[in-house]
């Protein structure tokens, strides 16, 4: 009975340690896997634009208060870019010395390779003017 007893935990014993394993191996098979998606997935694009600022004047906007993706626009947060950059639309990008913003208006056609930052204030826009700076576009 001893024998047995010692035999049917070892057999325990042995099957956890191989559930252990085969666990461990699940995980590090779909980490690589996530690692490889991840990478084919996310590509960065990077690229020098012209950056400028506009507000919510109808002069500078179409006549509702909403940008291209229907959202209320917010200083700090939201900005536009030309035509040529439409596939950014939704996304996140990153502007050098200025932070991260969220990509959701569009510029008039005659603008290529510009971002325009949302500002409330027209003063604020004004003195901000225009600058040439380093666009990384970080994805949806």
């Known amino acids: ?6 035999s049917v935990i070892s057999l325990l014993i ?30 960065v694009h990077e ?10 004047r109808p002069c500078e906007t179409n006549e509702d208060d909403f940008t291209a993706t229907m959202e209320k ?29 969220r990509v959701n208006d569009l510029m008039n056609k005659r603008f290529d390779a510009t971002v325009d930052l949302y500002m409330e204030k027209v003063n604020d826009a004004e003195l901000f003017g225009k600058v040439t700076k380093r666009v990384v576009f970080l994805g949806g």
């Not at 009975?1 to 010692?6: G, T």
């Not at 700090?76 to 502007?95: E, F, N």
């Open 1 to 6: 009975m001893d024998i047995f007893r010692i």
């Open 73 to 101: 626009p917010v200083q700090g947060k939201t900005c536009a870019v030309s035509r040529d950059l439409i596939h950014w639309l939704g996304g996140r990008i990153y502007i050098e010395g200025i932070g991260v913003r």
């Open 14 to 43: 042995i099957l956890e340690v191989m559930l252990i394993s085969i666990d461990y191996e699940l995980k590090r098979f779909n980490e690589q896997e996530n690692k490889t998606e991840i990478h084919h997935v996310f590509k």
């Open 47 to 56: 690229m020098s634009c012209t950056i400028t600022a506009y507000t919510n």
